[in-house]
């Protein structure tokens, strides 16, 4: 009896200990009211760190853009200062639908008379990319665009094929001649089984004087750059089956030995100048170019949201793509919105024709970034945006 007395005080102490560790478990649980208010913790936190994470991303891009843009004209003066004099290279910008926006570093090799339109003959340079230098891609809805004084641009139409046609956008007129533009790479807007529908492919360079590295500020020639159309369509007769542009790595010699050939007279019939037909502004694997001496840096998902309308779903930007022979460059926004476009660019993003950064009310926030070139290192130069009064603002084009 002594000895039963123990053990059952024993047993009693373990089924202390199991209730006990029962109790405990019980109020480790988190009630409801307890769930509800740690998930709004965490929801209010996610509420006031989302924008800043959101913000974060956004600087990283835009810096990330910016660099890409200083080492393409790096890279262009680079394989300039390499080059022999005479032998000028150039950072010319591309844009792909649905892509991403593109320098592409090129040299000069040439020039010929581009008879294009056979009334108004032109003598215009050749560039080809260089080989060695791979695409340098902007980050994705990132793109550049190149300003264009007043008066600069022709004010002809596709009949005789002028740099940026006033009637290329087909729904309406995106640049008015008479009035400063900011123009678009419109290099991937056409029929790429066409071979001459090149008179739709047009952009903007930044050249470098060969074997000097300077920028070529104030050249107003014109330039055609090869990109071939990714086809062998329209390629089955002279001359394009004999100089064949689209296949093979070296399209500088293919380019070279067709200035050789025609002009020590060799000729091919087929009615049109053979130069003119692979390589004149008429032929689809080039785009008709001109150097300009500011660019712009900019999102376009912030643009279009600041104008009030949406990015194309299938090219990524405003133009919008037609297919068959009449494929152009055309806009897919309506006209009202044009206008809005150059004020948004230069800071004027409350679009009331002034820039006033300072104002009480809905001030301007300055989004895109103006450049210009160091002439003699190519060097991005941020163009200062002006106050009401005309007076450059501290930090220059943000």
């Known amino acids: 009896m002594n000895h039963a007395l123990p053990k059952t005080i024993s047993r009693r102490r373990q089924c202390g200990g199991r209730l006990a560790r029962h109790g405990d478990g019980a109020h480790s649980a988190f009630t409801l009211t307890e769930l509800i208010v740690v998930i709004s913790i965490i929801l209010i936190l996610l509420a006031v760190s989302l924008p800043t994470f959101r913000a974060t991303i956004a600087s990283t891009e835009s810096s990330n853009a910016e660099t890409k843009l200083r080492l393409a004209l790096l890279t262009g003066r680079n394989a300039a200062l390499h080059s022999d004099r005479g032998a000028d290279t150039a950072v010319v910008?591309?844009?792909?639908?649905?892509?991403?926006?593109?320098?592409i570093i090129c040299e000069y090799v040439g020039s010929f008379t581009d008879l294009s339109d056979t009334a108004n003959p032109v003598d215009?340079?050749?560039?080809?990319?260089?080989?060695?230098?791979?695409?340098?891609?902007?980050?994705?809805g990132w793109m550049v665009r190149g300003f264009v004084p007043a008066g600069m641009m022709d004010l002809g139409s596709r009949s005789n094929r002028p740099w940026y046609d006033k009637t290329a956008a087909g729904s309406g007129d995106p640049y008015d001649p008479a009035q400063r533009n900011w123009v678009f790479p419109e290099t991937g807007f056409y029929d790429a089984l066409a071979i001459d529908d090149g008179e739709d492919r047009q952009s903007f360079m930044i050249r470098f004087n060969g074997?000097?590295?300077?920028?070529?500020?104030?050249?107003?020639?014109?330039?055609?750059?090869?990109?071939?159309?990714?086809?062998?369509?329209?390629?089955?007769?002279?001359?394009?089956?004999?100089?064949?542009?689209?296949?093979?790595?070296?399209?500088?010699?293919?380019?070279?030995?067709?200035?050789?050939?025609?002009?020590?007279?060799?000729?091919?019939?087929?009615?049109?100048?053979?130069?003119?037909?692979?390589?004149?502004?008429?032929?689809?694997?080039?785009?008709l170019c001109r150097t300009v001496e500011q660019v712009v840096l900019y999102s376009a998902p912030?643009?279009?949201a600041a104008i009030g309308t949406k990015l194309d779903r299938d090219t990524g930007c405003f133009y919008k793509m037609l297919k068959g022979k009449n494929n152009e460059p055309r806009y897919g926004i309506r006209n009202t919105f044009f206008d809005k476009i150059p004020l948004w660019l230069e800071g004027d993003t409350n679009f009331n024709g002034e820039f006033d950064p300072y104002a009480e009310e809905n001030p301007d926030l300055p989004a895109a970034r103006i450049y210009t070139f160091q002439r003699y290192t190519g060097a991005l130069q941020p163009v200062p945006l002006l106050d009401l009064d005309g007076v450059p603002l501290s930090g220059g084009a943000r």
């Open 124 to 140: 215009r340079d050749i560039f080809v990319p260089v080989p060695a230098f791979e695409p340098i891609q902007l980050p994705q």
């Open 93 to 103: 910008f591309f844009y792909e639908p649905g892509g991403r926006a593109s320098a």
């Open 211 to 287: 074997g000097i590295g300077s920028v070529a500020l104030g050249d107003t020639r014109e330039a055609l750059v090869l990109s071939p159309r990714p086809t062998a369509a329209g390629r089955t007769t002279n001359p394009y089956n004999t100089f064949r542009v689209d296949i093979g790595a070296n399209t500088a010699a293919v380019v070279r030995k067709a200035l050789l050939r025609f002009e020590s007279g060799g000729l091919f019939g087929g009615g049109m100048d053979p130069l003119t037909r692979l390589f004149g502004d008429i032929s689809g694997d080039t785009v």
């Open 302 to 304: 912030d643009l279009a």
